[in-house]
C-alpha cells in the first residue's frame, strides 16, 4: 500500500461543508469518488481540517491509502476530470507510512476576507464577507493582539464543539487593509469549531467602533461565549494553508514561494485569483 498526499482547493458555498453526511452534497464525499475512480478502488481521505458548510479552502490537505500505482499527473488530471468545477486537486505526492494529514500538521493558517465598502459586490456574495460600515483597522489589531499566545478559547468555540480542551496556541492573529479588502489571518496549532468566525465577529463590531479594542482581552478572559459578539458569516472563510514539518517535502504555493524570497506580507494579502 502507497499512502498519497493531495492538495484541495474548493468553493464551499455550494457544499454542506467537508466531511460525509447524511445529506447533502459534501467535499470529501466528491474527491473520495473522484480519486476512486482513478485508482480504480474504494478511496478514503484523511483531511487536515473539516471545514463546515460554505467554508472554502485554498490549503486543504487529505492523505489516503491505496494498492494501485499510478502517476502524480495521473492522481491529479484523472481526479479533477471527475470532480465539479468549484473542486480541484492542486498537488498529489507519495508520503511516508507515518504520514497523517490531521496529526503531522504544526499549524493552520485560516484568512477571514471583508469587503469594506458603501455598496455591495456583484461579483463576490459567496466569496468574501460584505461590511458596509468603514472598519478601522488598527482598533481591530490592537485587539487582535489580546488575542496571541496560548489561552483558553472557550469564549470563541461554539456550543457545538466537541473539542476535549478549549487551549489553544494562536501563533499569529494580524489584521490587514489593502482597499476595500480587509483580512484576518490566524495561524493556530489547532481551531475550535467556529473559532475563527468568532474571533472575525469580534473584530468586526470593534472596527465598527461597537466595542473598545479592550473588549477583545475581557471576552477571553471571561471564557463565555454569551458575552462576545455574533458569528461571522461562513462565506468569507477560508483554510488557507497548513504547515508540515519539512522532512515530508510537501509543496509550497506560490505565495509561500514569494514570502520566502522577501516578498513583504501586503503585497500578498489577495493571492491566488482574489480581486485588489
Not at 490592537?142 to 468555540?157: C, K, T, V
Not at 458575552?227 to 494553508?241: I, K, Q
Request: proline share 4%; charged share 20%.
Amino acid at each position: 500500500m502507497t499512502r498519497i498526499a493531495v492538495g484541495l482547493e474548493y468553493q464551499g458555498t455550494r457544499y454542506a461543508g467537508w466531511q460525509r453526511q447524511r445529506s447533502g452534497d459534501t467535499v470529501q464525499v466528491l474527491a473520495e469518488g473522484a480519486l476512486s475512480k482513478v485508482a480504480a478502488e474504494t478511496v478514503s481521505l484523511v483531511c487536515a481540517g473539516r471545514t463546515d458548510a460554505g467554508v472554502h479552502a485554498r490549503g486543504q490537505v487529505a492523505h489516503f491509502d491505496t494498492g494501485a500505482s499510478r502517476t502524480t499527473r495521473a492522481w491529479i488530471l484523472g481526479a479533477n476530470s471527475e470532480l465539479p468545477r468549484d473542486v480541484s486537486i492542486s498537488w498529489a505526492r507519495p508520503v511516508p507510512p507515518h504520514f497523517h494529514a490531521r496529526y503531522s500538521a504544526q499549524a493552520r493558517t485560516y484568512r477571514y476576507l471583508i469587503f469594506n465598502r458603501a455598496s455591495r459586490s456583484g461579483l463576490l456574495g459567496s466569496r468574501a464577507t460584505w461590511v458596509h460600515r468603514s472598519l478601522d483597522v488598527e482598533r481591530m489589531a490592537q485587539a487582535a493582539a489580546a488575542l496571541e499566545g496560548e489561552h483558553d478559547f472557550s469564549a470563541f468555540r461554539a456550543a457545538q464543539c466537541q473539542a476535549k480542551s478549549p487551549i489553544r496556541r494562536m501563533e499569529r492573529l494580524t489584521v490587514a487593509r489593502q482597499g476595500d479588502w480587509l483580512v484576518i489571518e490566524a495561524t493556530a496549532n489547532a481551531f475550535l469549531h467556529h473559532m475563527v468566525r468568532n474571533i472575525a465577529g469580534l473584530l468586526i463590531r470593534i472596527g465598527k467602533g461597537d466595542a473598545v479594542p479592550s473588549w477583545a482581552g475581557e471576552v477571553l478572559a471571561g471564557r463565555d461565549r454569551r458575552l462576545s459578539a455574533a458569528t461571522a458569516p461562513a462565506v468569507g472563510l477560508y483554510l488557507w494553508r497548513v504547515r508540515y514539518p519539512q522532512a515530508f517535502a510537501l509543496p509550497l504555493s506560490a505565495e509561500d514561494r514569494m514570502g520566502a524570497a522577501g516578498t513583504a506580507p501586503e503585497d500578498a494579502i489577495i493571492a491566488a485569483g482574489f480581486p485588489p
